[in-house]
T-cell receptor, first 110, second 117 residues
Framework: GQNIDQPTEMTATEGAIVQINCTYQTSGFNGLFWYQQHAGEAPTFLSY????GLEEKGRFSSFLSRSKGYSYLLLKELQMKDSASYLC???????????FGAGTRLAVHP | GAVVSQHPSWVICKSGTSVKIECRSL??????MFWYRQFPKQSLMLMAT?????????EQGVEKDKFLINHASLTLSTLTVTSAHPEDSSFYIC?????????????FGPGTRLTVL
């Protein structure tokens, strides 16, 4: 079956660093995507990992360990606008299927 | 690039009526489009995968006769909610995939909020 586990909520301070963890179990794993979703809006693409290791894109980095079924999203130099839900989405369960977890609601405060 | 639009942004309708939602890829051709539904504070649930020129593939538990999907061109897919009921009220989001590889990114439309009275 498919299972994705992320913390429900996190809080952090402006300017700080936060790491959002995700563990997953899915059949036919092909990679893992991270999306950001502000309340009432559609998700926007942040990053994806296919191979083990760290992918860095500006203030955002994502890490993947396929053997452990584990990924994390690292956000640096947090800004107030980073307050949003962050969705971990493995690609699997069939061709091109993104499987979304409930997401982690991040609140950034001054 | 990679802009996806949806229309309408929101719609309120009476129970028993049908509602059509359009999803368009504005600056790229999308062989595959996806339709998701999201209830408040819940995850996106894939409803169906839509391939241009062929029948949509529905996820388990999604009624194909209730949620009609048409993917008539490489830039347009439509979802029609037939005989809508209050429990169909939700946030409907489409995504379009640029490219045909399994790792090609899905780009999401802004979503359509449906309220059925």
């Amino acid at each position: 079956g498919q299972n994705i586990d992320q913390p429900t909520e996190m809080t952090a301070t402006e300017g700080a660093i936060v790491q959002i963890n995700c563990t997953y179990q899915t059949s036919g794993f092909n990679g893992l995507f991270w999306y950001q979703q502000h309340a009432g809006e559609a998700p926007t693409f942040l990053s994806y990992n296919v191979l083990d290791g760290l992918e860095e894109k500006g203030r955002f980095s994502s890490f993947l360990s396929r053997s452990k079924g584990y990924s994390y999203l690292l956000l640096k130099e947090l800004q107030m606008k980073d307050s949003a839900s962050y969705l971990c989405a493995p690609l699997g369960g069939g061709y091109n299927k993104l499987i979304f977890g409930a997401g982690t609601r991040l609140a950034v405060h001054p | 690039g990679a802009v996806v639009s949806q229309h309408p942004s929101w719609v309120i309708c009476k129970s028993g009526t049908s509602v059509k939602i359009e999803c368009r890829s504005l600056d790229f051709q999308a062989t595959t489009m996806f339709w998701y539904r999201q209830f408040p504070k819940q995850s996106l649930m894939l409803m169906a995968t839509s391939n241009e020129g062929s029948k949509a593939t529905y996820e388990q538990g999604v009624e194909k006769d209730k949620f009609l999907i048409n993917h008539a061109s490489l830039t347009l897919s439509t979802l029609t909610v037939t005989s809508a009921h209050p429990e169909d009220s939700s946030f409907y989001i489409c995504s379009a995939q640029r490219g045909t590889g399994s790792l090609d990114t899905q780009y999401f439309g802004p979503g359509t909020r449906l309220t059925v009275l």
